[in-house]
């Protein structure tokens, strides 16, 4: 079992910026991939951006230029940097991964945090 913990949300106003971080733990994982979600009410569940473990990146287009993901491998850490922010940003952001786990790291499994807010409002 692999637990994701988000961090990082809150309010902020059009233009700032803020960085949300989503730890990985649990006994005998290794990370394949991890991906950054947002769903604002009333929408569907958005891919924002994801990274692999080789470091390729990729990015839906609305943030392109404003988000950055990023991996600290030792850490199972992976961070959303955000940035020129815009109300259109608001939503609950979700941490998601793909990892391996168990004996031999042979079994393929996907886990998703509980989310943190972001808020984007003068």
């Known amino acids: 079992q692999v637990q994701l913990v988000e961090s990082g949300g809150g309010l902020m106003q059009p233009g700032g910026s803020l960085r949300l971080s989503c730890v990985a733990s649990g006994s005998r994982f290794s990370i394949n991939a991890m991906r950054w979600y947002r769903q604002a009410p009333g929408n569907q569940r958005d891919l924002v951006a994801a990274?692999?473990?080789?470091?390729?990146?990729n990015y839906t287009d609305p943030v392109k230029g404003r988000f950055t993901i990023s991996v600290d491998n030792a850490k199972n850490t992976v961070y959303l940097q955000m940035n020129s922010l815009r109300p259109e940003d608001t939503a609950v952001y979700y941490c998601n991964a793909d990892v391996r786990v168990g004996v031999g790291l042979s079994r393929k499994r996907n886990y998703w945090g509980q989310g943190t807010q972001v808020t984007v409002s003068s």
């Open positions: 990274i692999t473990n080789g470091g390729s990146t």
